[in-house]
C-alpha cells in the first residue's frame, strides 16, 4: 500500500529564502491517483500540477483501454477509469530498439506509471510503464490506495473525485453575495450531478463573480477535454435543475 516516507513530504530547493515555504511533493514516491483527480488537478506553471497543494511527481492509473492511435515516436492510448473523460496516455518508441513496440489492445485493464504533462492545452499522463492487468482485485487494490492516499495527503479536504463532502465543512461560509441570486453554501457536494456536470458548474461558479457570467466559448476552453456534445448536455441539465441560468444571452452562464 502507497504510504508517506518520514522527511518526504516537503523538499527545500537550497535557496535561504524560500526555507519559510517549502513546497509539497513526493518526488521519490508514486501516487495512486483516479484521472478525474488528474484532470482536475491545479496547473502550477507550463509542466507542474498540484493537488491540495501537493505538487504531483510521478502518478500511477488503473483503468480501460478505449482505443489507442500508433505513431512512428509514440502511441497514444485512451484511459478510462470512470471516474471522468477518458484520459490521453502518451507512451515513447525507442526507434533504437530493433524490437518491435506492441501495443495494448482494446479492452484490457493497464495500470500506468508517468508524469502528468499539458500540450497545446491538452493534459495527458506521458508514461514510464504499462503494465496490462491480469488479476483484476489489483483494478480494486489501487483504488484502496488511492482513498489511503488521499486519506493521508489530505485528510477529509475533498474525496477521490475531488469533490468537497459537506461533513467535512463543519464551518462552512455561507455567501449570499458569491454570485447569482441567493447564493450557495460553498463547498457543498451536490449529490446526482454526474463527473462531467460538476465539472461544468464548477467552471461556471468560478466566474459568476461577474455580471454577465461566462460564454460558452469560454467554457469550452476551459473544459477543452470535454466534447461540445457533452458540454451542452450538462448546461441543459444544470439549467433544468436550476443550477445555472442564462444571463445576456442563451451563450452566456451564471450559478445560481
Not at 143 to 151: G, K, L, N, P, R
Request: hydrophobic share 40%; net charge neutral.
Amino acid at each position: 500500500m502507497w504510504r508517506i516516507e518520514p522527511g518526504s513530504s516537503q523538499a527545500f530547493d537550497g535557496n535561504p529564502s524560500h526555507a519559510a515555504t517549502p513546497i509539497k511533493r513526493a518526488a521519490l514516491q508514486i501516487l495512486p491517483c483516479t484521472v478525474s483527480q488528474l484532470l482536475n488537478a491545479s496547473k502550477m506553471n507550463s509542466d507542474s500540477f498540484a493537488i491540495c497543494d501537493w505538487e504531483l511527481h510521478q502518478v500511477s492509473v488503473v483503468g480501460i483501454v478505449r482505443g489507442f492511435a500508433p505513431f512512428v515516436t509514440n502511441i497514444q492510448y485512451s484511459v478510462d477509469d470512470m471516474t471522468g473523460p477518458p484520459l490521453n496516455v502518451k507512451q515513447w518508441v525507442n526507434t533504437e530498439d530493433c524490437a518491435v513496440m506492441t501495443s495494448v489492445p482494446p479492452g484490457s485493464y493497464v495500470k500506468v506509471a508517468g508524469r502528468l504533462q499539458n500540450f497545446k492545452g491538452q493534459r495527458s499522463l506521458l508514461a514510464m510503464n504499462i503494465r496490462c492487468i491480469k488479476d483484476l482485485n489489483e483494478i480494486t487494490s489501487h483504488m484502496m490506495e488511492v482513498v489511503q492516499a488521499h486519506m493521508q495527503l489530505f485528510g477529509k479536504v475533498s474525496d477521490v473525485n475531488m469533490n468537497v463532502p459537506a461533513a467535512s465543512l463543519p464551518g462552512r461560509v455561507y455567501r449570499p453575495d458569491s454570485g447569482g441570486g441567493g447564493g450557495h453554501p460553498e463547498g457543498i457536494l451536490l449529490t446526482g450531478l454526474s463527473t462531467i456536470q460538476r465539472q461544468v458548474l464548477h467552471v461556471i461558479r468560478t466566474v459568476s463573480v461577474h455580471r454577465e457570467g461566462i460564454s460558452f466559448h469560454d467554457l469550452k476552453t476551459q473544459l477543452d477535454f470535454l466534447s461540445v456534445r457533452d458540454i451542452r448536455t450538462a448546461l441543459v441539465f444544470l439549467i433544468n435543475e436550476g443550477h445555472i441560468f442564462t444571463t445576456i444571452d442563451e451563450h452566456h452562464f451564471k450559478s445560481a
